[in-house]
């Protein structure tokens, strides 16, 4: 049973351009969830989604935003690089969105902006 | 002001030393998360509690609801235990339980 996986692992990318980064969640999970981690910090949540919507979002500008498909696995998108967006990116999956559920988390994309 | 506080930031400790790590926050919640993260970014739940004690191998992981606080202990450390531990709650959006928000973490070094 594959676990979340997340694709690209590594990616460079400079200002102004744009990046879509994917997830695929645990088998039988139909919630993803993205989060921003900097270097030295801990994740920031940026939006969750659920039935293809985004449920819940944080406090990331309109920059980023997202998709996710019939099959549940997701996108992240975010326009208009800035220097600033070079982080680590989690995406974690769970069965349903309560915060009581257990979130399984991918082993991230790493983002660099030049 | 952060809503999830975790001390230390940094710990190293001998092989076999009991550690504990703190994490205090500033919200009503209903659960609390522990997660470890290796270098490299993974990320795994250890455990997710809303009261009392749970135990998992050597690692315990303790919360206090009315003081808001929660430890997470490990004996007879290890080596491997190096990784960086983080303390999540959920934040509430309107009322009704939201999406998890992070403390900064606390980075373990265990030397042999």
């Known amino acids: 049973d594959a676990g979340v996986t997340q694709s690209p692992t590594h990616l460079i990318k400079t200002r102004g351009q744009q990046v879509t980064l994917r997830c695929s969640p645990k088998?039988?999970?139909?919630?993803v969830s993205w989060y921003q981690q900097a270097l030295g910090q801990g994740p920031q949540f940026i939006f969750q989604?659920?039935?293809?919507?985004?449920?819940q979002r944080g406090n990331f500008p309109d920059r980023f935003s997202g998709h996710q498909y019939p099959n549940y696995s997701s996108e992240l998108n975010v326009n208009a690089l800035l220097l600033g967006d070079s982080a680590l990116y989690l995406c974690?999956?769970?069965?349903?969105?309560?915060?009581?559920?257990?979130?399984?988390f991918g082993p991230g994309t790493r983002l660099l902006v030049l | 002001k952060n809503e999830v506080e975790q001390s230390p930031q940094n710990l190293t400790a001998q092989e076999g030393e009991f550690i504990t790590i703190n994490c205090s926050y500033s919200?009503?919640?209903?659960?609390l998360h522990w997660l470890q993260q290796h270098p490299g970014g993974g990320i795994v739940s250890l455990f997710m509690?809303?009261?009392g004690k749970k135990k998992h191998g050597r690692l315990i992981a303790t919360i206090n609801i009315q003081e808001k606080h929660s430890s997470l202990h490990i004996t007879a450390s290890h080596p491997r235990d190096s990784a960086v531990y983080i303390c999540?709650?959920?934040?509430?959006?309107?009322?009704?339980?939201?999406?998890?928000?992070f403390g900064k973490g606390t980075k373990l070094s265990v030397k042999p």
């Open positions: 919200v009503g919640i209903s659960a």
């Open positions: 974690a999956s769970s069965f349903g969105y309560s915060p009581q559920e257990t979130q399984y």
């Open positions: 088998s039988g999970h139909d919630t």
């Open positions: 989604y659920y039935e293809e919507e985004e449920r």
């Open positions: 999540a709650v959920p934040l509430h959006y309107g009322g009704s339980q939201g999406n998890l928000i």
């Open positions: 509690l809303s009261s």
